[in-house]
């Protein structure tokens, strides 16, 4: 069945906008880019260890070859977010998924971060470059494994036909992920922007941890505000209860993925497996529910 108004426009821009070759190219470009950010980065690295060139950021960014790997690990995470967008509206599960590997993403970046900074000499529990380092390589373990199990859940799903209802629910959030896109591309560039003044101002980044949440603070604040609204929304086209806890509760993984850029060590760490976790754990009870009501 075709759409109509409103939504024949939507599903038009959204297709054109969203298509496999804009895809594709934007991949082509993150790529070449990253790239060409990595050799610049090592040669900032080579000319400031040749007393060249300095930045206020010399001792987390410049510090040693591997923090370079940084550089092309935060563009692939800005085309990870386009995903996140594009994929929005197939489903509330697809996109916590993908929200759970950009959280994991950056987790491995920040690792390339930490690496430079540990201490051999000194004890693995004293230091908290250390320790830092022991609770992202554990935290990381985990979170592979507890995404690997929530995507398994996710693949059981069977897909629901297209119908007049659904068809209007899933246009609404193409029309948000269209809203989105500006949104993102405006956010990054005036956080880029933000950042390259405060090289050159008073004000600096003085801590990986704060580096680690520029954009992303604002990011998936943007996003909770997003979901709230994709859960407003579907309340109109289901009034399951089980639906309606899941979405709910997706809404929170977002909320817990947010609050650890506002922390530090072991709690950053923590926060972000509880989402995943509780992730998992309302999917599988909503899951359950659905086959229950399906055998009465």
């Known amino acids: 069945m075709k759409a109509k108004g409103w939504q024949s426009w939507v599903e038009k821009v959204f297709f054109r906008v969203f298509s496999e070759r804009n895809r594709k190219t934007i991949e082509r470009i993150t790529l070449n880019?990253?790239?060409?950010?990595?050799?610049?980065?090592?040669?900032?690295?080579?000319?400031?260890?040749?007393?060249?060139?300095?930045?206020?950021?010399?001792?987390?960014?410049?510090?040693?070859?591997?923090?370079?790997?940084?550089?092309?690990?935060?563009?692939?995470?800005?085309?990870?977010?386009?995903?996140?967008?594009?994929?929005?509206?197939?489903s509330f599960t697809s996109s916590v998924s993908k929200q759970f590997e950009i959280i994991s993403l950056i987790i491995i970046r920040r690792i390339f971060g930490e690496i430079p900074h540990i201490d051999l000499m000194a004890s693995w529990f004293t230091t908290p470059e250390n320790l830092q380092l022991i609770y992202d390589l554990v935290g990381i373990l985990i979170l592979f494994f507890l995404i690997y199990l929530f995507n398994r859940s996710r693949a059981k799903f069977v897909k629901s036909e297209l119908k007049d209802n659904l068809r209007r629910f899933v246009n609404s959030k193409r029309a948000l992920s269209l809203v989105l896109l500006p949104v993102l591309v405006f956010t990054s560039l005036y956080t880029l922007i933000s950042w390259l003044q405060s090289q050159?101002?008073?004000?600096?980044?003085?801590?990986?941890?704060?580096?680690?949440?520029?954009?992303?603070?604002?990011?998936?604040?943007?996003?909770?505000?997003?979901?709230?609204?994709?859960?407003?929304?579907?309340?109109?086209?289901?009034?399951?209860?089980?639906?309606?806890?899941?979405?709910?509760?997706?809404?929170?993984?977002?909320?817990?993925?947010?609050?650890?850029?506002?922390?530090?060590?072991?709690?950053?760490?923590?926060?972000?497996?509880?989402?995943?976790?509780?992730?998992?754990l309302v999917l599988s009870i909503y899951q359950a529910t659905e086959a229950s009501r399906k055998r009465k």
């Open 200 to 280: 050159f101002s008073g004000a600096s980044i003085t801590s990986s941890f704060h580096l680690n949440s520029i954009f992303y603070n604002e990011f998936f604040t943007i996003l909770i505000l997003a979901d709230v609204f994709i859960l407003l929304l579907s309340f109109q086209y289901t009034e399951r209860y089980s639906q309606l806890i899941r979405n709910t509760g997706f809404v929170i993984c977002t909320i817990l993925i947010r609050l650890s850029f506002s922390t530090d060590g072991l709690t950053n760490i923590a926060l972000i497996i509880s989402s995943v976790s509780f992730g998992l």
């Open 33 to 90: 880019v990253s790239v060409a950010g990595f050799i610049v980065h090592l040669i900032l690295i080579l000319l400031k260890n040749y007393d060249i060139f300095h930045s206020r950021m010399d001792n987390i960014l410049l510090a040693d070859p591997i923090s370079a790997i940084y550089t092309p690990f935060s563009i692939i995470l800005i085309y990870e977010i386009y995903l996140l967008i594009h994929f929005l509206p197939r």
